[in-house]
Structure formats: C-alpha cells, structure tokens
C-alpha cells in the first residue's frame, strides 16, 4: 500500500505539545551523557586514587567507553518495552534512568573517602546511563515520527536532533559558567557535581511532563490488534527481537544508513575542536568558540532539512548527504589541517556539517518508516545503538591512534568509506515517505468511529506493498 501526502494536514496543538515534551527529555539526556565527557577533568582525581592525571583521565574515559557499550542493550530493552507497553512509558522509563544516573555520580563520595567503591559507583552510574541513551533514540524517534502531523513528520522529527545538540551546547555552557565562577580549586573539589545535580532535577521534572504526553495512535492501534490476536489466535506480544528478524532488508538499511551518519555527527560535533587543536594548530579558546558557533547553527538547520524531505523526499536528502560527505571529506579535512586562520576552520567545519544535516534531520523519520508499528521502536533503537556503539563511540580512539602513527590521512578516508556504505543504503531504498507505514496503519482503522484498531485486520504483517521499502540490488 503505497500512501502519498498530497498536502500537509493542519498542525494540532497537541502535536507542538508532544513534540516539545518528547525533545526536553531527550535534551536532558544528552546534556547528562556530554556532562560527563565536559567535566572529566576535574572529577577524575575524585574517583580514582591520586597519581599520575594522565592514567586518571584515561579512567575516566574507559568508563565513558563502558558506557557506549550499554547502548545496544538499553536499544533492545527499551525498544522492547516501548513496542508492548508504549512509547510514552518507555520515555519516562528512559530519562528516570539517566537522571538516577546523574544523582549517583553527583553525590557519590570521593576515591579517598570510601575507596574503592567510588570508581565503583561510578561504573555503575555510567552502565544506567548508557542504557537509558541505548533506549532514548529509538524511543524518541519512533514517538516524535507516530505523534507528528502527517506531511509534516520530516519536519517534526528532525527536533530530535535540535535536543541532542543543544543539550551539548548546554552542557558547554554549563562548564563555561562555572569556570567563570568558581576556582579551579573549588571546581575540583565540588564544583563539578553541580551540572550533575541540576541534570539529575531537570530529568525528574521532565518524567513528570513525558507522563503526560498523549500515546502514540500508532501504537494504541497495534495493541488493539495485537489483543485481538492474543484473544482469537494466542500470538507471542508484539515487539520481540524475533519478529524484528522478519525484516532483514529494512534492518540492513538501518545498519548501512547509520553508519556514515554516525560517524559523520561524531567526527564533526565532538572529534572537531580536537582535531583544530591538535592537528591544525588553532588555540584552544579559539577551537571552543568555532565549535559552539557551528554548533548552534548547525542546530536551526535541522527543521529546515526536515521540512525540505517532506517536500522533496527523504532519500533525496540522504543522497545529498551521502554523496557530498563521499565527495568533500578527504579534501575539507587535508585543507583544515593546514590552516591556523579562524574564520577559514570556521567555514570548513560549517560547510560539512550542512552536507550531515541531510543526514540528522531525516536519521529519525527515514527508519522509523520502514518498520510497522509492532517492532519500530525496536528496530530503529537497536540497529542505531549497535552503530553507534561501535562506530561512534570509536571515532576519536581511531583518529588520534592513526595520528599518532603519522597516518592521520588514513583516517580521512576511513570516514569516507563509512559514508559511501550509507550511499550505497540510499541508493537501494525506495522513497520511504511513499511506502510509509506510519500512513498506511492509521489508514487501516476505522474512520467512523475514530477509535484505533475498531476495524484493523487481525494479522499483524505488513501488506507487502510496504513491508520492504528496499530495492532489491541489480546485479
């Protein structure tokens, strides 16, 4: 079943509200998990006994490491728990669990008070958090593309990443701040668990607003069937990683889409103002500032990419990403590394990152389209946190483990073949906003009665119109 838009529907005020409370929880998630990575300087000789800064901070990182390695199994809980139980309780679960994350590494006592616990505590802080990040973008991403405005979806789910940048730009402003206001002294000894505290408050606060946001039609409609089904046939519940397998093609063009995308994102938002620093030679004050500035626009670039993929189509403006990122990446990063001059590094790192908007705008809405209700929070969470897990977290060691070698361009080239794996992806799927099953499941309930799943079929399969929105390869 093929379901095209032909104009976009009147934006419900409820929708704005939805939106606005799915993107503060995921804002307060990500300013927790960047936090971290902020303020490791200073709490790393509170954690781990005193000696060497280096080998410190190089615990502190290891358990930042640890932390990615949590997200494939928060993807597959908590996208299993979003498909039976509903995105809205999966939200609230997911941003409870980095906030209880933040409390315990704010006011956990020091290395030299309790010892060895400390360096305990603070694994365990970071494993909570890890799988609430793991199980926050599919969740996210699912309840921000079911909620939207149907012809409107692009636009509404590219929000997500809007949250995801500016809780890293709050998290930087939060260090700015308190490094205006307080010692180094003072930040060593207390002043870092501040942001945690304020992170740990403002996520209880959100769990209280996510609480009250509307559940997905999508899903209430799903779980009328999947009742159905359980009532007339005794079906396993929806949302089970062996229902997901039943889509292979759409799980292998989540896997090859992510990869560049993630990659990309990593590369130039967080590796960039290290990259400036140590390879280019800019001042570190001076890497800071472009940063926040290519950051902050970055970020209203993203409705406006989301809006033009309603227009034009999402594989569209993947294939914008993918084809430019392919093309730009070895000659932007050679050039950067040979220029000191401010304004120069400025307009290179803005010039790549518009080319990864078309990935970030569209990264929530593309996969979220290829699944059916009954397995898309699972099969966008899982895939994407695999990914980002093994691809993401790894961007910086393999960056300067190649510069340390003297290989450094290899590098360059290694985030280029990421990209063209993506490519390769967008160039297999058909237009998902065409083959959309976030259409096509409201289009099967009942008009008359408004209410979900009155006259849903029984079975739970997607008509095959629009179960694989993948071409097969020519060969």
Known sequence: MNTQIAAPAPIKPRVVSNVVKGCLGNLIEWYDWFVYASFSIYFAAEFFPTGNATAQLLSTAAVFAVGFLMRPLGGWLLGMYADRHGRRNALAAS?????????????????DTIGIFAPILLVVARLVQGLSVGG????????????????????????????????QL???????????????????????????????????????????????????????????????????????????LQYPKQLFAVFALAIGGTVSFYVYTTYMQKYMVNTSGIAKEDASVISFVALFIFMFLQPLVGGLSDRYGRRKVMLFFSIGGTIITVPVLTILANTTNVFAAFGLMMFCLVFVSGYTACASIIKAEMFPTRVRALGVGLPHALVAATFGGTVEPIGLALKQVGMESTFFWYITGCIALTLIAATMIKEPSKNSSLEADLASASPADGAVGAEAPLSSEMPAARKVPVKASRS
């Open 95 to 111: 941003v409870l669990l980095m906030s209880a994350g933040s409390l315990m590494i704010g006011l956990t006592p020091s290395f």
């Open 136 to 167: 926050e973008f599919g969740s996210s991403a699912t309840y921000l593309s079911e909620v939207a405005t149907p012809g409107r979806r692009g636009f509404f789910s590219s929000f997500q990443y809007v949250s995801i940048i500016i809780g």
């Open 170 to 244: 709050l998290a930087l402003l939060a260090m700015i701040l308190l490094q205006r206001l307080l010692s180094p002294e003072q930040m060593g000894e207390w002043g870092w668990r501040i942001p945690f505290i304020i992170g740990a408050v403002a996520g209880l606060l959100v769990m209280v607003l996510r609480r009250s946001m509307d559940e997905s039609e999508h899903y209430k409609l799903e779980k009328a069937r999947s009742e159905a089904e359980t009532a007339a046939f005794g079906k396993k519940p929806v949302g089970s990683l062996r229902a997901l």
